[in-house]
Each structure stands twice: as structure tokens, then as C-alpha cells.
Nanobody, 121 residues
């Protein structure tokens, strides 16, 4: 069984910062790409940031320069440092990973349960 568990969400004022973390656990052999997505009420889920195993990164235009994605391959974790937060960043943030599970024949895609981020004064 594989689990992705996010943490670090909460309520923050505009201009503030939050750091999200996601830990993958279970019988994991290897993790390829990892990413953060978000879904605001009434909107579709969107990609926020993506990082390869080799630490190449990509960001949505709306967060570029404010958010930073990073990962620790030894700990099977991915983080999202969010600075200069705006009200429009309010959403449920989801962790995603392409990983190879012990006993599987190929990489599969997994989602975390999500963590709420609310930016409000």
C-alpha cells in the first residue's frame, strides 16, 4: 500500500508564507516526477509546480517567482514553499507522484488527500 500525505496547510494573511510538505510511504522502489496541484471552489484542478527526479522544475505562470518546489529523494518527500500569498491562492493543494511500487511492473500515478490553504485577512 502506498500513501501520499500532505501537511502544512492553514490560514494565512495576504503577503504571508506557508510551506507544504508531502511524504510518500509504503513499499516504494522509486519515485519519478512529483508535483503539486490545487483546486479552488468551482474551478478545475490545476498544476502548480512540477519537479523531476533530477530536480528540474516547472511552475504555473501565476505562481512563478513566489512558489518554490523541492524534494528529498532519500526521504521520499516533496515540499512547496509559498511566499507572497494572495487571496487567489486559496485552494485545496494536492500532492502527486509517479512511483514504482514493490511488486509492480511499472510506474503508477498517486494522489494525496489534499490540504486546505486559505489566504485571507
Amino acid at each position: 500500500q502506498v500513501q501520499l500525505v500532505e501537511s502544512g496547510g492553514g490560514l494565512v494573511q495576504p503577503g504571508g508564507s506557508l510551506r507544504l510538505s508531502c511524504a510518500a510511504s509504503g513499499s516504494i522502489v522509486s519515485i519519478n516526477a512529483m508535483s503539486w496541484h490545487r483546486q479552488a471552489p468551482g474551478k478545475q484542478r490545476e498544476l502548480v509546480a512540477h519537479i523531476t527526479r533530477g530536480a528540474s522544475t516547472n511552475y504555473a505562470g501565476s505562481v512563478k517567482g513566489r512558489f518554490t518546489i523541492s524534494r528529498d529523494n532519500a526521504k521520499n518527500t516533496v515540499h512547496l514553499q509559498m511566499n507572497s500569498l494572495k487571496a487567489e491562492d486559496t485552494a485545496v493543494y494536492y500532492c502527486n507522484a509517479d512511483l514504482l511500487r514493490s511488486g509492480s511492473f511499472g510506474y503508477m500515478n498517486y494522489w494525496g488527500q489534499g490540504t486546505q490553504v486559505t489566504v485571507s485577512s
